[in-house]
């Protein structure tokens, strides 16, 4: 092997032998998030507001009182999907991306 292919696999192993240590220790202890009583009693109202809406008889409301309604829902379903999301997710292309930049940079 020529010193050109050795010295990316070794800079790859050394890499990953200082990361791996980095995340083996985890000390902080796991937390849960909770939910405050007032996020708690709006998904509640908004959850018996999609029961209503699904149980009432749709065939005699007019088209454009059937929209307001789907877009009642759909604004309820965006709030409650949002109420979930905690974090930042990454894609594949976005950590691909990282990895090779820190390999140019470091």
């Known amino acids: 092997m020529n010193f050109k292919k050795i010295v990316p696999v070794l800079f790859m192993v050394l890499s990953i ?4 240590p980095a995340t083996a220790s985890n000390d902080l202890p796991a937390t849960v998030p909770t939910e405050t009583p007032a996020a708690t009693a709006r998904l509640q109202a908004i959850m018996t507001r999609l029961t209503e809406i699904r149980d009432m008889d749709r065939s005699n409301l007019t088209t454009s009182e059937r929209k307001d309604l789907k877009k009642e829902v759909k604004s ?3 709030e409650v999907n949002e109420g979930h999301r905690r974090g930042v997710f990454l894609s594949v292309g976005a950590i691909i991306i990282i990895i090779l930049l820190l390999i140019i940079l470091l």
């Open 17 to 20: 032998s200082m990361a791996l």
């Open 76 to 78: 309820m379903q965006k």
